[in-house]
């Protein structure tokens, strides 16, 4: 079992360099087999989740070339097969944008249910309910997802969307792509990664218009053709670094970051005491006094983002007087709750509510991470933690944070990997 063990109580100090957007690879990699030559796309994070994504293109006939640490190249220009393999489809979230992707080319898609983190029901209804309007037939049979188009090609339709889903635009944006005449997305969400996954289509050839808006228009196109992309910076994982500082205590520079992206998550670190300083891509945060309390509402962008909720909560358990945080994405992103309060927090819940009653210090205890941001705001409670924590269940948090322990340890964390054996295996062994 490997863990990290972190020591806290001590603040941060330094320049942390932030990687490309995980949501935004997520879905411009798949996005790749739209193209018709080799796309060389760049900033792509190191972390779990993309090494699955290029996997499975690879299973599905692509040649995938690492050019450097956060460059690849992909040719799908010899990939003829639909079928997205069950085992890596059902580890990872966005195995769905394949299904549009697939849609968009071929006219036919076989993908399993995806995985991911379990924090409510997400089921993809909206997306399906976009490709059916498209033309498609849709089956989800035992967990398997079988689309196909009667005539062999998606075909261009107004949709709308009933909530303002992340998944569901993207996945529609990648079916519309190459569909037959125009596709209109209504209520589409507005999140930076959407913006990006229409600028990389848009550099191969497409035809997106409103990408950012509430109003997406897609004009299909014959064919995509190769290029060269750069994948944003990670908003999430810049607001993960500035929680740990407000938290911690300290000044940190993080850099390679879009300001404008982050002013949600600066807006609400302010109200707590912190101090950001915005630079052209760049900003310095530092706190030194008491963290204050505040409310926070979790809202498609440009509200605070619901992938900030955990780690903003680790920031509330330290502030004097009580918080109100709310849930507006997701029915269930409180299960690390209970994790904190083995740490001393004082949390109550009522479905979307938790009110937080700010203690003077947290202190270190044996916790487990439940999924991803939960991993990263158990993190940051045990470096602003009084003693030693030990964070099992690392893999949630490595399927989005690239180099976490060696970002963090050059900020002056005192966190390290401990690798100890695994108490089934050594009492089999015995």
């Not at 760049?42 to 690879?58: C, R």
Request: glycine share 10%; with cysteine; proline share 3%.
């Amino acid at each position: 079992m490997t863990k990290y063990v972190i020591r806290g109580g001590k603040p941060l100090y330094g320049t942390v360099d932030i990687s490309g957007a995980k949501n935004a690879a997520l879905a411009i990699l798949p996005a790749a087999l739209l193209v018709d030559g080799v796309c060389r796309i760049e900033n792509v994070p190191q972390i779990s989740d993309v090494s699955l994504i290029l996997n499975i293109l690879q299973e599905l006939g692509a040649d995938v070339r690492t050019v450097n640490r956060t460059t690849v190249d992909i040719d799908c220009s010899h990939v003829r097969n639909c079928q997205v393999s069950d085992a890596l489809a059902r580890k990872i979230r966005a195995s769905y944008y394949f299904i549009g992707a697939l849609l968009s080319r071929f006219g036919s898609a076989e993908v399993a249910l995806p995985g991911g983190c379990d924090f409510g029901g997400r089921p993809i209804d909206l997306h399906i309910k976009g490709f059916t309007a498209m033309g498609a037939q849709v089956d989800v049979k035992s967990g398997l997802v079988q689309a196909k188009c009667p005539n062999g090609k998606m075909m261009g339709s107004t949709i709308y969307l009933d909530i303002a889903s992340v998944g569901a635009t993207m996945n529609i944006m990648l079916a519309a792509t190459l569909a037959e005449g125009s596709t209109v997305i209504e209520n589409a969400a507005k999140e930076p990664h959407i913006v990006d996954l229409a600028n990389f289509l848009n550099s191969m050839g497409a035809s997106i218009m409103g990408a950012g808006t509430d109003v997406i228009k897609i004009k299909g196109v014959d064919k995509l053709t190769g290029g060269i992309y750069s994948i944003i910076p990670d908003q999430i994982e810049a607001g993960t670094y500035m929680a740990a500082v407000t938290a911690t205590g300290g000044e940190l520079l993080v850099k390679n970051v879009i300001p404008k992206h982050l002013e949600c998550i600066t807006a609400k670190l302010i109200e707590m005491g912190a101090e950001v300083e915005e630079r052209d891509d760049s900003v310095i945060v530092r706190r030194s006094g008491e963290l204050c309390r505040t409310n926070v509402k979790t809202l498609p962008y440009p509200g605070f983002p619901t992938d900030m909720q955990p780690q903003v909560a680790a920031c509330l358990c330290l502030a004097d007087g009580t918080s109100v945080l709310t849930e507006g994405v997701w029915d269930n992103r409180y299960r690390y709750v209970d994790e904190f309060r083995r740490m001393g927090a004082h949390i109550q819940v009522d479905g979307k509510v938790a009110v937080i009653e700010g203690v003077p210090h947290l202190s270190g205890a044996a916790v487990e991470a439940c999924d991803l941001r939960a991993g990263a705001a158990l993190i940051i409670a045990g470096l602003a933690a009084q003693g030693i924590t030990e964070i099992s269940q690392i893999q949630h948090i490595e399927r989005g944070y690239e180099n976490i322990v060696q970002k963090l340890t050059g900020i002056g964390a005192d966190i390290r990997v401990v690798v100890t054996p695994d108490e089934g295996a050594a009492a089999q062994a015995g």
